[in-house]
């Protein structure tokens, strides 16, 4: 039979309920699921899952796909079981698969690429082939999300009702009201849900995240992350239509500034503003770059402080595929990071000169074998499922994670910043503020424009 929670019956703090159960925590889960291994599906096909699209493989800094290939590798290492993989154009599976053969299985040693597909007809497109998908799977196993920014929220909230810890890539939703839902279900479900920030597994990200918290209140900090403009035919099919730029990449930097500011300060009015006429060129209709400009209260003795979150996927060619870097100042000291430049570049004559960064995937084999597990690209998706297979096995409840991952309890702030910024584009750049009016200081509950009577 399942286990039930402790927290239904005590109000004992945690560290009681160890002492309680001899360090075994009841978890929340309501799955009985216990193995050495956490079976996964992977729900979208596209750039980040596989490195394959519009019909051949990417020609971005992730060519052979992130998750896929680290899923299939934590496999080998005895950690994941059994793999899945949904889209919704059955006829592009065997190309996928293909892809996955030549960039994984003919590159590494001892790769299994045995999995499972959706749709299963591969003469079909069907865009709810997620719900047969997640429905052969059982309550304590898990899902990744790589899908459009629009449709996160419906394959995110059906995974949950199914009882599977649910990992989303970021933005995990558009809005305030799906985050609360998404939050509301994965406490009933007992589940855990976290958004894909890889930059919080980062060495240098960690490292600045935790010097931030001796530096005293905040006071101003300035994000910028771009993308060369031929992404904007990658990403075709939704820019401007189920998402922007800033969703997509400010949502970056937005949770790294939300995660060091926990406990610490909250933010309480948007503005954004944007460039365009690049991506109108190629018909899509949609903003080149957009800039968020962000009042942030400090909660200890109430004083201001600023921050400017930029992002553009209309930037030419370079020596690296993203620029992204930042600078944060507080109340007594400062923080510079070039997260593209680590001082490693490379010249070829297929490739010519780049700055590269396999601290985010390493994608060279030594000696045959894949190497990149010390990427947080890679790291991002261990940690999540070390995760789950602890509170699978009773050993940890969802909310001890918390403090350590990106969880659905956690970045309401970031969701919050990211739709005020939407809807002040939408109104001629208006200000938006944020307000808080439950328990908690780091859940916002509405938006508002910024001087409404």
């Known amino acids: 039979?399942?286990?039930?929670?402790?927290?239904?019956?005590?109000?004992?703090?945690?560290?009681?309920?160890?002492?309680?159960?001899?360090g075994n925590i009841m978890s929340h889960s309501p799955s009985p699921k216990v193995s050495d291994t956490v079976d996964v599906l992977m729900i979208g096909t596209g750039e980040y899952t596989?490195?394959?699209?519009?019909?051949?493989?990417?020609?971005?800094?992730?060519?052979?796909?992130?998750?896929?290939?680290?899923?299939?590798?934590?496999?080998?290492?005895?950690?994941?079981?059994?793999?899945?993989?949904c889209g919704t154009n059955g006829s592009k599976l065997p190309e996928i698969r293909s892809h996955m053969d030549r960039c994984i299985k003919q590159n590494y040693k001892d790769m299994d690429l045995t999995m499972e597909y959706w749709p299963t007809d591969e003469n079909t497109v069907k865009r709810d082939a997620y719900k047969g998908a997640i429905d052969s799977f059982e309550p304590g196993d898990c899902c990744t999300i790589f899908?459009?920014?629009?449709?996160?929220?419906?394959?995110?909230?059906?995974?949950?009702?199914?009882?599977?810890?649910?990992?989303?890539?970021?933005?995990?939703?558009?809005?305030?009201?799906?985050?609360?839902?998404?939050?509301?279900a994965a406490k009933r479900a007992g589940v855990l849900v976290m958004v894909e920030v890889h930059k919080r597994f980062d060495p240098i990200y960690v490292d600045a995240r935790d010097r931030i918290k001796n530096m005293g209140e905040f006071g101003y900090m300035y994000s910028y992350m771009s993308q060369p403009k031929h992404q904007l035919d990658t990403f075709r099919v939704w820019a401007g239509k189920g998402s922007d730029i800033s969703y997509y990449l400010n949502s970056h930097h937005v949770d790294f500034h939300e995660w060091a500011m926990l406990g610490k300060s909250r933010p309480i009015r948007v503005t954004g503003t944007c460039s365009n006429g690049v991506a109108l060129k190629k018909d899509i209709c949609t903003e080149d770059t957009i800039t968020l400009t962000v009042q942030w209260k400090n909660l200890k003795d109430g004083s201001l402080g600023l921050a400017v979150y930029t992002s553009s996927w209309v930037a030419p060619k370079s020596d690296v595929h993203s620029q992204q870097r930042f600078f944060y100042m507080g109340h007594k000291g400062e923080i510079n990071v070039d997260q593209a430049h680590r001082g490693y570049t490379l010249s070829t004559d297929d490739d010519g000169y780049k700055s590269v960064n396999p601290l985010f995937m390493k994608y060279t084999p030594t000696n045959g074998y894949f190497s990149g597990q010390n990427g947080y690209g890679y790291k991002s998706f261990e940690s999540f499922v070390d995760a789950v297979k602890k509170i699978n096995s009773n050993l940890s409840l969802v909310e001890d994670f918390d403090s350590d991952l990106a969880t659905i309890n956690t970045t309401f702030m970031t969701t919050a910043i990211l739709e005020a910024g939407r809807l002040s584009l939408d109104n001629d750049s208006i200000p938006y503020s944020i307000i808080y009016d439950g328990p908690n200081e780091h859940m916002p509950t509405k938006l508002i424009p910024a001087f409404q009577k």
């Not at 039930?4 to 001899?22: A, N, V």
């Not at 990417?58 to 290492?77: C, E, I, P």
Request: net charge positive.
């Open 1 to 22: 039979s399942k286990p039930k929670s402790l927290k239904m019956f005590t109000t004992e703090p945690i560290s009681l309920k160890r002492q309680l159960t001899e």
């Open 50 to 85: 596989t490195g394959y699209v519009n019909g051949s493989k990417s020609d971005s800094d992730k060519g052979a796909g992130v998750v896929a290939l680290t899923m299939v590798d934590l496999r080998r290492r005895g950690k994941v079981g059994r793999i899945g993989l």
């Open 147 to 184: 899908t459009p920014d629009d449709t996160h929220f419906t394959i995110a909230l059906y995974a949950i009702n199914h009882g599977l810890h649910t990992i989303v890539t970021k933005p995990i939703v558009k809005t305030l009201d799906e985050h609360m839902k998404l939050y509301e």
